[in-house]
């Protein structure tokens, strides 16, 4: 399995950027889907996550109402449109795909860049 994010960049506090994330490699079906970032000298965190059926989504409280995660299960892709950026938004962010079978499978993207200049 093969995760490619893209859509990450440079923007100014209070624009918009929507990142993308591919899943390639396998036909499995992922359970959970999700967006997790690092800014540096922090742990990596959760940011938002969306279950297969679309309608189950979760978000940290630091990116509710401003980010909003969206899921197409016919292309095995989900994005992540972020509005109102602050400069603490700043983080590599990870794309993340997981599903159980027996055991859990977890599996991360290489990570994608967003710099949110004040």
């Known amino acids: 399995v093969q995760l490619v994010e893209s859509g990450g960049g440079l923007v100014q506090a209070g624009g918009s950027l929507r990142l993308s994330c591919a899943a390639s490699g396998s036909t499995v079906s992922f359970d959970t889907m999700g967006w997790f970032r690092q800014a540096p000298g922090k742990q990596r965190e959760f940011v938002a996550t969306v279950t297969s059926g679309g309608g189950g989504t979760r978000y940290a409280d630091s990116v509710k109402g401003r980010f909003t995660i969206s899921r197409d299960n016919a292309k095995n892709t989900i994005s992540l449109q972020m509005n109102s950026l602050k400069p603490e938004d700043t983080a590599v962010y990870y794309c993340?795909?997981?599903?159980?079978?027996?055991?859990?499978?977890?599996?991360w993207g290489q990570g994608t860049q967003v710099t949110v200049s004040s």
């Open positions: 993340n795909a997981q599903y159980v079978a027996f055991i859990r499978y977890n599996y």
